[in-house]
């Protein structure tokens, strides 16, 4: 059984920090493309950006571009998520997604495995 697990969410002023893990278990991790999406209320889920199996590569929405760092170590089956200069508007719960295809995409359709999601939220 494939788990996705987020930690690492919680409260931060407008200009602040915050990173964010996703421990999977149950899939061959260095097989398996990461995302990281969001979901604001009332919102759509957004892509927020993705990493390849080996690291590699990574793609940002441009609206995080230069804020957010996306990291793995597949040796702790573990994702990353840096976030600096956090806004308001990255108020959201942020989820972590997998897909065995070395190239998903931008769409949450693309991705099998979910985590449960993990709070984020930016006091102005």
């Known amino acids: 059984q494939v788990q996705l697990v987020e930690s690492g969410g919680g409260l931060v002023q407008t200009g602040g920090s915050l990173g964010l893990s996703c421990a999977a278990s149950?899939?061959?991790?260095?097989?398996?493309?990461v995302a990281w999406f969001r979901q604001a209320p009332g919102k759509e889920r957004e892509f927020v950006g993705a990493?390849?199996?080996?690291?590699?590569?990574?793609y940002y929405t441009d609206s995080v571009k230069g804020r957010i760092t996306i990291s793995r170590d597949n040796a702790k089956n573990t994702a990353f998520l840096q976030m600096n200069s956090l806004k308001p508007e990255d108020t959201a719960i942020y989820y972590c997604?997998?897909?065995?295809?070395?190239?998903?995409?931008?769409?949450?359709?693309?991705?099998?495995?979910w985590g449960q999601g993990t709070q984020v939220t930016v006091s102005s």
């Open positions: 997604a997998g897909s065995a295809s070395p190239f998903p995409g931008r769409t949450s359709s693309s991705y099998t495995y």
């Open positions: 149950g899939v061959t991790f260095s097989r398996c493309t």
């Open positions: 990493i390849s199996w080996r690291g590699g590569s990574t």
